[in-house]
């Protein structure tokens, strides 16, 4: 349940420790208010907000509850992460290929991206929840990270070989 003994109790306050003051270096260091004018809601960079924000949630989540936080670091490591890779990743592709605008545009490729990452993150944290139902989790899991890999890859196909 919620700390149950004292390794446990230190183990969640180190959680809580870390999710604190990655908060207050995120809430100190990242403009989260988008500029007047400013369309690119649905575009790579609203991923980047989401990334952090579900990293956040997963640091601070896995000290609330530390009996699932094998299961709730998974927050961190993919919907935080991962998806903070994937979205990286793509602002280098399009600086190189001289497109940089392309990162702040609405796309429906990125809004894809971002969705696939988090089903990856909610259905691979839920299996620590659900015993009966951990494989079939751990699969769509799998394959939610993998589609969003595979999706990335072919978005930026033409970027690889473009130099700016």
């Known amino acids: 349940m919620f700390w149950r003994s004292w390794p446990a109790l230190s183990a969640s306050a180190g959680f ?4 604190g003051v990655a908060a207050a270096y995120l809430l100190t260091e ?3 208010r ?3 004018g400013d369309s690119s809601r ?3 960079a609203t991923g980047l907000h989401w990334a952090l924000g579900t990293g956040l949630a997963g640091l601070a989540a896995a000290g609330f509850f530390y009996d699932h936080h094998v299961a709730l670091e998974h927050l ?3 919907g935080g992460f991962g998806l903070l890779i994937l979205v990286v990743a793509s602002r280098v592709r399009f ?3 001289g497109e940089l605008s392309g ?3 609405r796309s429906w490729t990125a809004r894809v991206i971002i969705f696939l990452a988090f ?3 909610a259905t691979r944290t839920s299996a620590g929840f659900w015993p009966d139902i951990t494989v079939s989790h751990y699969k769509y899991a799998a394959w939610s990270s993998g589609l969003a890999a595979a999706l990335w890859l072919v978005w930026h196909r033409h970027r690889f070989g473009k130099r700016e």
Do not use: D
């Open 42 to 44: 649905g575009s790579l």
């Open 16 to 19: 809580l420790l870390r999710a």
């Open 103 to 105: 990162f702040a545009r």
């Open 119 to 121: 089903v990856a993150a």
């Open 76 to 78: 961190l490591y993919i």
């Open 30 to 32: 990242i403009r989260w």
């Open 95 to 97: 600086g190189h290929s």
């Open 34 to 36: 988008r500029a007047p």
